[in-house]
Each structure stands twice: as C-alpha cells, then as structure tokens.
C-alpha cells in the first residue's frame, strides 16, 4: 500500500476540512507559478489556492492564464495595495476552514504537505510551520542556523506554553474562526508578529509543525540581505513600541520559555551587552553608542558600529571565548531537537560577525523607529 493510499484510508474515518492556500506577491516571484503547481500536485480534496499579485509583470500574467482551474483563484491588482491589504483581499474571496499562509517565494518538497497541515491544525488554532533554508553559500549557511534557532524557538513555545507571541510569516496556518476573532491582519510592517500577538491575547492554541516543513531561499547578495534586514528592524522595533507591555507581561509569566528561545535565535543579547557590565574601555564604548545612533540615521554606518561591537567583545576575549563555546553547544543540542544540520564548524563566524551585524541593525532600527519616530521604509507598502 503506497502512503498516499494510507492518507486516504485514514482520512475515511475523519471530517476533510476545506483547506485556502493564501500567497501574497508582489509582481511575481520566479517560484511563484512552481509553488502553485505542487500545491495542487498535492492533490487534497478540498483544497483552494488564493492568490493576491499587485502590479504583476507581464510574464507573470502569461503563466497566470495557464493556470486556470476551479482550485485556484487569482486577484490581479493593477496598483500596488501592500501586503496586508492582499492578505485580507485574498481572505474575503477565500472558503477554506483552513488557512496556510505562504510566501510566494517558498518551495514545498512534500508531497503530502497540505494533508499534513490539516492533520497537525486539528489540535491547534495558530501554527507555525517548520521553516528550512536552502543553504548554498556561507550567507546562506548563516541564515540557515539562525533558522536552527528559530524553529528551535517556535517547538519550545509550542511544547511548554501552547501559546506564542510570534509567528515567521513565510509559512504558518491558522483557522478561520480564530482569525476571524482576531479581525484578520492589521496595516502594520511586521503583520504576521502583530496577529500573533492578537492570538497570545485572545488565548489562542499555537503549534509548531514539524511533520511536514516549507524550503525558504535566502537573500541572492549581502546587498538584499542588507535591504531585507532594515526592513525587519524597523518592523520588528514598531511591534515592539506597540506590545512592549504585553511582551513583558509574557516574559514574566513565561521566562522558561521566551529567554531561551529569544537568547538562542539573537545570542549577540549577550555577547554584545555583557562587555558594558564589565570595567574599562569606557572611551570605546562610548564611541560604539555614538555610531549606534548614527546608524539609525545613516545606514551606511551601520558596519562601522558592527565593527567596534565586535572589537569590544574581543577585548575580553576569555569570556567571549567561554559564551561562544557554551553557545556552540547550545546550538548543536538545538539542532539535533529540531531535526536539522548543526553547521558547528561555522557557528564562531555566525557567532562573531554575522549575529553583531544583524544585532546592530536590529538596535540602529529600535533607534530609528522609538527614539526618531521614524517607520518610513523604501520600496515597500504595508
């Protein structure tokens, strides 16, 4: 008996719950059409894909018209709406009990993956769903252990609170009903932590999907990395201005289970903010806060602010020696509870350039957003 056949036999027994598929795009991603097409290869009963395109290109239109079935609905927007506005569009047009939400530029390998979604969503009302980089670079590698860490994040939340204050929006599910009690996506940068935040609020149960997972391609160049990363920081620091109390209440409630998995996923918390607690090279880190700032301005500073970050961690080498070991560690033990590659031998150059980059932009777009009062983004539309 082959496992399809198995799926089915066993679905017999159980309700097959309508299932939308909702992709936003922007134009149209190359993987768009292809991420369309193994959806539907999928082959479930009751499944939909709903796709919201604003300004699509012209080839997108031409592969759009190939793909014409009763299955899939497109909203063709001539105009740019923004992110949130094409959630929503795609939502109202939607039917399915059922929502997954993907990016338009994620891959699904399983063949299987939406009757596994539907099968894990009958115990939970949010669920993020396991996130694998595609890693064929060291830019790439190093994004793919900060993923280890992030999934690593969402299992710990799902285990021991059944709950979340955020959920990564390139793949995760929901039911209608729970989003329709949240009052779907707000116009805010960082909409999928906002929803998820509602969900935490609202008593909503959250799981980690690991039975199935979704490949994400990352950045081509250090340049749209770069472009990427502001974005997420200047989100992430207004989401932050908006629940920070709702944050410190969870974190109260919940040490257990936000502090390791928020230290593990941005380690540069402690490698970065430790040598402030320690004496001299008072001139040193003055000039680090000096450029912090200035990188809120400027971005162009930004790897100059990096650069002194880093140094004041190496001048107390003996402890910064000791927290990337027990770092390393960590993340090896990570790795091995959520079923992916350990990357070790990369972890000190993650460890001491890419996370103290990373951090500094995330510290230069808490500036920016709370102390400026500045969320003005290029090239995108909420």
Do not use: C
């Not at 496992?3 to 017999?12: I, P, Q």
């Not at 936003?24 to 290869?41: E, I, N």
């Not at 609170?161 to 990564?168: D, K």
Request: glycine share 4%.
């Amino acid at each position: 008996m082959s496992a399809r056949e198995v799926v089915v036999e066993e679905s017999v027994f159980k309700e097959i719950l309508p299932v939308s598929v909702i992709i936003p795009s922007f134009r149209g991603s190359d993987r768009l059409v292809k991420l369309v097409r193994d959806l539907l290869s999928n082959n479930y009963p009751r499944l939909e894909v709903v796709v919201a395109i604003d300004e699509p290109s012209e080839s997108i239109v031409k592969e759009v018209s190939r793909l014409k079935s009763s299955n899939v609905k497109f909203i063709l927007n001539s105009e740019r709406m923004g992110k949130v506005n094409a959630l929503n569009k795609a939502i109202k047009v939607s039917a399915g009990e059922i929502l997954i939400f993907l990016d338009d530029d994620v891959e699904i390998a399983d063949p299987f993956f939406v009757e596994r979604v539907v099968e894990e969503m009958r115990n939970y009302d949010i669920a993020d769903i396991r996130k694998v980089i595609v890693a064929e670079n060291l830019l790439g590698k190093m994004i793919y252990i900060e993923y280890t860490a992030v999934n690593f994040a969402s299992k710990l939340m799902a285990r021991l609170a059944q709950r979340t204050v955020a959920v990564n929006g390139a793949a995760f599910a929901i039911k209608r009903k729970a989003l329709e009690e949240l009052g779907l996506f707000r116009p805010i940068i960082s909409e999928d932590f906002d929803l998820a935040i509602r969900s935490f609020l609202r008593g909503h149960r959250y799981g980690y999907i690991e039975t199935t997972y979704v490949l994400n391609y990352p950045p081509e160049s250090l340049r749209k990395w770069f472009k990427q990363r502001k974005r997420w920081a200047v989100g992430v620091a207004d989401w932050l201005e908006k629940y920070y109390k709702v944050g410190f209440e969870a974190l109260v409630k919940m040490p257990h289970v936000i502090i390791p998995g928020l230290i593990l996923s941005l380690p540069s918390i402690v490698s970065s903010v430790l040598p402030f607690f320690l004496y001299n090279y008072t001139i040193l880190k003055g000039f680090y806060l000096l450029l912090l700032y200035m990188s809120s301005l400027v971005s162009q500073v930004i790897p100059f602010a990096t650069l002194i970050s880093v140094n004041l961690q190496v001048v107390y080498l003996i402890p910064l020696m000791v927290t990337l070991g027990f770092f390393t560690l960590w993340h090896y033990i990570a790795s091995k509870y959520v079923g992916m590659k350990s990357y070790v031998y990369l972890y000190p150059v993650y460890f001491l350039v890419y996370q103290p980059l990373w951090f500094t932009i995330l510290l230069a777009g808490l500036i920016r957003v709370v102390v400026l009062g500045r969320k003005d983004l290029q090239d995108w539309v909420v």
